[in-house]
C-alpha cells in the first residue's frame, strides 16, 4: 500500500510562492494517480489537482488554474504541487492522495476516487 507524507508547507506573504512535496512509500508508486486536496477552516474538503500515473495527464480547480502547477518523479516516489502567486483564500491544510488503481490514467478530482491520504501540511498567506 502507497502512503503519503506531505512537506513544504509554511507561511507566505500574498503574491509569494511556495512547493508542496508528498513521498509516498511503497514500490508500486508509478501505478497511482495522484492528488492534492485542500481544507481551510469551515470549509469541506475541496480538489486542487491531480495527475495520472506517467504524468500525462493533470486536473486543476477553476480555483488555482494558471497558478498552481503539479508533477510527478517517479524515480523519487513523489508529487509535488508549485503554488505561485499565492493568495490568502489559498490558505489551508493541503493533503496528499493516493488515486486508486482504476484511475491510473486518468486525473480524478472526486475524493472517493483517491484511497490513502497523509496527514496535511498547513499552508497559510498572509495580505
Known amino acids: 500500500q502507497v502512503q503519503p507524507v506531505e512537506s513544504g508547507g509554511g507561511l507566505v506573504q500574498a503574491g509569494g510562492s511556495l512547493r508542496l512535496s508528498c513521498a509516498a512509500s511503497?514500490?508500486?508508486?508509478?501505478?497511482?494517480?495522484m492528488g492534492w486536496f485542500r481544507q481551510a477552516p469551515g470549509k469541506e474538503r475541496e480538489f486542487v489537482a491531480s495527475i495520472s500515473w506517467n504524468g500525462g495527464s493533470t486536473t486543476y480547480s477553476n480555483s488555482v488554474k494558471g497558478r498552481f502547477t503539479i508533477s510527478r518523479d517517479n524515480a523519487k516516489n513523489t508529487v509535488y504541487l508549485q503554488m505561485n502567486s499565492l493568495k490568502p483564500e489559498d490558505t489551508a491544510v493541503y493533503y496528499c492522495?493516493?488515486?486508486?488503481?482504476?484511475?491510473?490514467?486518468?486525473?480524478?478530482?472526486?475524493?472517493?476516487?483517491?484511497?490513502?491520504w497523509g496527514q496535511g501540511t498547513q499552508v497559510t498567506v498572509s495580505s
Open positions: 511503497g514500490r508500486t508508486f508509478s501505478s497511482y494517480p
Open positions: 492522495a493516493v488515486g486508486l488503481p482504476t484511475f491510473s490514467s486518468y486525473s480524478p478530482t472526486r475524493p472517493a476516487d483517491f484511497g490513502s
